[in-house]
Every structure is written in structure tokens, then in C-alpha cells.
């Protein structure tokens, strides 16, 4: 019974193996910080291709000047929300979108200030990189909202 006493102390002092287990702990903490960024960074990225589709929709919206309204002496708009709708969205449907995880583009609303400012918001879904296969296979995805505006002259 001693000498079972003093083996199972034995091991319980010893050290070797610990070692392996805390680096191996730590290198798990630092690749999941590391896909958490790589996500973030990717959402991001995703965000700022939408701006700028944004952006460019409402600069076609804001040049889609009705004809009919720009040498009439009547008050109102030479931009009607309905062609500059219309152009938005023909402007976002051949936008060369360069990204494979970002669906679902849509004009969600759009308006003409009296000015002739065109402000336009663009929704879409987004699956972020590291991840995106998992919420594929989930039907999950990061909601994306931008708004953008231009001004016709």
C-alpha cells in the first residue's frame, strides 16, 4: 500500500506533459482570435463593396433627369422618383458585384429631396469568410444596410 501511495505521488508531482497542454490551449485561443478577425475583416470588406454600389446607384438615380420637366417653367423636381428608381435598380442589377458571399442586393428605399439630392438605401445579406459555410448550411447570414446620396446639377 506504501509503495502504491508513493507512485501515485510520484505522478501527481510530476510536470511533464504539462506543458503540452497549456500550448496547445493557447494555440486554440489564438486561431479562434485570429477567425474572429478574419470575419469581421471579411463582413467589412463585403460592407464597403455595398457603399460603394450604393454610392453609384444614387449617382445614376440623380442623372436620370425627366425631360419633360427640365424646360417647363413649372415648380417642382427635374428628377421623378420614379425613373430615379428605376435606374437605380437597372444601375444595381449590372453592377459588377465582385464577391461570391454577398446576396440578395436590393434597393430598399430611395427619395429626392427637393434639392435634387437622391438618397438611396441598399440592403443585402452577407456569410463572412472562415464561417461562411457553416451559416450557408444553417440559412443564416449577417444582414448588411447602406445608404447612399448624390446630387443631380
Do not use: K
Given at each position: 500500500?506504501r ?8 505522478r ?10 497549456l ?7 489564438i ?8 470575419a469581421?475583416t ?14 453609384s ?7 436620370s ?7 417647363t ?11 430615379a ?9 449590372n ?59
Open positions: 500500500m509503495g502504491l501511495v508513493r507512485t501515485i505521488r510520484e501527481a508531482l510530476d510536470v511533464r506533459g504539462s506543458m503540452t497542454i500550448t496547445t490551449g493557447v494555440l486554440v485561443v486561431l479562434m482570435v485570429i477567425a474572429v478577425g478574419t469581421i471579411g463582413v467589412q470588406l463585403e460592407r464597403n463593396g455595398l457603399q460603394h454600389a450604393a454610392d446607384a444614387a449617382l445614376a438615380a440623380a442623372q433627369v425627366d425631360p419633360s420637366r427640365i424646360y417653367a413649372g415648380e417642382g423636381n427635374a428628377i421623378h422618383p420614379r425613373s428608381r428605376a435606374a437605380a435598380e437597372a444601375h444595381l442589377r453592377y459588377p458585384h465582385e464577391t461570391t458571399r454577398t446576396e440578395g442586393i436590393a434597393l430598399a428605399a430611395l427619395t429626392v429631396d427637393p434639392d435634387g439630392t437622391v438618397h438611396v438605401v441598399v440592403t443585402a445579406r452577407t456569410h463572412p469568410p472562415l464561417a461562411g459555410w457553416f451559416m450557408r448550411g444553417t440559412g443564416t447570414a449577417i444582414p448588411l444596410t447602406v445608404e447612399g446620396e448624390a446630387r443631380a446639377r
